[in-house]
């Protein structure tokens, strides 16, 4: 089993940045390909962005992309989300997560940490 805790979330106004981390433990971090979602108020998780194991490749959905960046420090289990120019729309709770199917399936999530952003 692979653990994983996200920290960072919190209240910022529109504009403003914040940092999501999410630490993996029980397992080998570096084998597992790592994202994150995100699940706003009556809606649907979506995908947000991804990171291969080897972090040399990244992907993002295109409401983020040149927003947000994803991460990774494998020598401290860890992945980030840095998150800039929030939109009010960002606001939901961010789930982190990791997976090795060659299909991109995810086979461990963290319990989610939330991110509001105020207008």
């Known amino acids: 089993q692979l653990q994983l805790v996200e920290s960072g979330g919190g209240l910022v106004q529109a504009g403003g940045s914040l940092r999501l981390s999410c630490t993996a433990s029980g397992r080998t971090f570096s084998s597992y390909a790592m994202g994150w979602f995100r699940q706003a108020p009556g809606k649907e998780r979506e995908f947000v962005a991804r990171?291969?194991?080897?972090?040399?490749?990244?992907y993002y959905a295109d409401s983020v992309k040149g927003r947000f960046t994803i991460s990774r420090v494998s020598a401290a289990d860890t992945v980030y989300l840095q998150m800039n120019s929030l939109k009010p729309e960002d606001t939901a709770v961010y789930y982190c997560?990791?997976?090795?199917?060659?299909?991109?399936?995810?086979?461990?999530w963290g319990k989610g940490t939330l991110v509001t952003v105020s207008s």
């Open positions: 990171i291969n194991w080897s972090a040399t490749s990244t």
């Open positions: 997560a990791a997976g090795s199917q060659p299909s991109g399936a995810m086979d461990y």
